[in-house]
């Protein structure tokens, strides 16, 4: 029986607006899982995915995710259900996805690096009728991922483990055991999937990306990078995020009949003979992992003579990076600025070298509809930052199940708001200058401050407290958060390490514990009474260039500064 609450918390297109994608021949009609059909009919014996422990033709794929759907009907897991999908790079999350596509149910797609607290929100929020993980007691740190999931979140029924399974957990291998399900195709216009945002103010929120909509956001990167059946996609990303799932990623893998090689190593030592042995073409990187593997070509003894193109978004990329890349890899470089909401904007290879380097291009579809505004909501001229609004055939409507928020996320007519400043150049190119959202991107990976404050809130030690994002060399940013200890603790004692522990200990996921601790008695408030983040930041990042130098003289504003 179809699950009514899935159509309850999504918001469709206006009737008008669907019309037109339809026409435009944006939305084909086509379901997620008619994709890896039609690929299979094209490419057949062809290797689609391949991991170091597997590989699977196209047609192998298809009929895994055929068995493997007729697995999860037989759990009872039905058409419009959620299932959190919490795998690492592995040729079984294509074969899970393709699997809960073909049956009309709703990948949740979860971090490896989410820890229990991050997986009970995502069952809770989604509704989750099952969790498939690599077993609960194999949390890689923190506490069990599962440990109390069914009692915390009774809608959750089944817990199905990829690798050895535990008592009570279904292995996953015993789903493909089944005659391929034959059954109905789910509606293209629905929701196929969940992504989780990074959050613009408070918690993460869950993003519906629908068959029409995600199927056109893959075939449009595939042909924007050009994608053929030549192609060696290398997924080094965690495949649950959008960047290497559909941007082309694996999705657009599939419908280029490209072959996706997955890996869970991303360091040059490891991956550069893996790209040497596999023939890889194209990847899709974080400007971290951009800066090491640029790096590195000139130590590591590989031949990186396959790859053609490196996509690099996710966060601010580097001027330097960006002219360093394609010498030192020997490929093109394709800035990407995109988010799990939807819209994409990228440079094109034959875009001019200068673009290149210091843009982050332009909305890959026509029908993408942007606006820079400035404060007053008015758009700006061309030349002046202002905040990105968009609306488009594959930017959400509204979260899930989040009519509240939904209604500050988005203007009257139906523009996201995206949080992010941009500048708008003459020839159309966009430039990410800042954002006005309250959100950390470390590296990529993005961090809701208040996530984290709840959490350190919770530790006895602390009395209040602030969480920033400061400046990093490396990362771009660092988590920083500004500590007001509890009456009669030891402020010495407030370490990062300390704090690290206690959010390990929450089971969060590592990349929110801070880098940066420090300890105030209060902090700088704006006019209107707010605490002052802008100051906070300034202060972590002149705090951190004090305490970290400590062979260097403290320069004359540092040493009038009170820190
Ligand atoms: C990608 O998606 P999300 O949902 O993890 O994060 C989106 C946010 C953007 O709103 C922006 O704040 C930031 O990440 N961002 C960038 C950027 N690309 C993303 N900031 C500066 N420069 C860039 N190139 O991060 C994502 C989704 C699909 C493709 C690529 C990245």
């Not at 029409?212 to 050009?226: E, F, I, P, S, V």
């Not at 590591?300 to 601010?316: F, H």
């Not at 139906?414 to 992010?420: A, I, T």
Request: charged share 20%; glycine share 12%; proline share 10%.
């Amino acid at each position: 029986m179809p699950n009514s609450t899935v159509a309850e918390g999504f918001v469709p297109w206006p009737a008008g607006f669907a019309e037109r994608y339809r026409a435009a021949g944006h939305w084909r009609g086509v379901p997620l899982g008619g994709l890896l059909r039609e690929a299979a009919g094209a490419h057949g014996e062809r290797i689609a995915v391949a991991d170091e422990h597997s590989r699977w033709s196209f047609t192998a794929l298809d009929d895994a995710a055929d068995r493997t759907a007729a697995g999860l009907r037989s759990l009872g897991v039905a058409p419009g259900d959620r299932v959190v999908v919490h795998l690492p790079n592995r040729t079984e999350f294509a074969v899970l996805c393709f699997a809960l596509f073909r049956l009309g149910a709703l990948p949740v797609l979860a971090l490896p690096a989410h820890g229990r607290t991050e997986i009970r929100y995502l069952s809770e929020l989604s509704g989750a009728v099952a969790y498939v993980g690599t077993g609960g007691a194999r949390a890689p740190d923190g506490p069990p991922v599962t440990e109390g999931l069914r009692e915390a979140c009774p809608s959750v029924r089944h817990l199905v483990t990829v690798g050895e399974a535990g008592p009570g957990e279904v292995p996953f291998g015993s789903l493909t055991a089944h005659e391929p399900l034959a059954g109905p195709d789910p509606d293209p216009s629905g929701p196929a999937l969940l992504l989780l945002s990074g959050g613009s103010t408070g918690l993460p929120k869950l993003i519906p990306r629908t068959h029409d909509d995600y199927a056109y956001n893959a075939r449009t990167m595939a042909a924007w990078c050009g994608l053929t059946p030549d192609d060696t996609y290398l997924a080094v990303l965690p495949v649950g995020h959008n960047f290497p799932l559909a941007c082309p990623g694996l999705l657009g893998a599939v419908v280029a009949g490209s072959r996706t090689v997955l890996t869970e190593v991303a360091s040059p030592p490891e991956v550069f003979p893996l790209i040497e042995r596999e023939r890889v073409t194209v990847t899709a990187l974080v400007p971290p992992l951009a800066a090491l593997w640029t790096k590195a070509a000139a130590w590591v003894p590989a031949d990186l003579g396959s790859l053609r193109l490196v996509q690099v978004g996710g966060a601010r990329l580097p001027e330097a990076t960006a002219r360093a890349l394609p010498g030192a890899l020997g490929c093109g470089l394709q800035q990407v600025f995109g988010m799990a909401e939807g819209l994409l904007c990228a440079t094109r290879a034959d875009d001019p070298p200068e673009v290149v380097a210091t843009t982050q291009g332009r909305p890959v579809s026509p029908d993408d509809e942007i606006l820079v505004v400035g404060e007053d909501g008015a758009p700006v001229p061309d030349g002046t930052t202002g905040e990105l609004l968009t609306r488009g055939p594959y930017t959400l409507r509204g979260y899930y199940r989040a009519e509240a928020h939904n209604a500050v996320a988005f203007t009257p007519d139906g523009h996201y708001r995206s949080g992010d400043l941009v500048r708008r150049t003459a020839a159309g190119d966009l430039v990410v200058e800042g954002r006005v959202k309250e959100q950390i991107n470390r590296g990529g990976e993005k961090v809701s401050p208040e996530e984290v404050e709840t959490h350190l809130l919770s530790h006895p030690a602390v009395d209040a407290v602030v969480v920033v994002g400061v400046p990093d060399d490396v990362l771009g940013e660092r988590v920083c958060a500004w500590v007001r200890p509890a009456p009669g603790a030891d402020p010495a004692a407030l370490t990062a390490p300390v704090l690290a522990d206690h959010l390990r200990a929450a089971g969060l996921a590592a990349f929110k514990r801070p880098d940066q601790v420090e300890t105030a008695g209060g902090w700088p408030v704006t006019g209107v009474g707010k605490v002052d983040r802008r100051a906070l930041t300034a202060r972590g990042a002149e705090r951190s260039r004090t305490t970290h130098r400590p062979h260097q003289p403290p320069s004359k504003a540092e040493r009038r500064s009170p820190a």
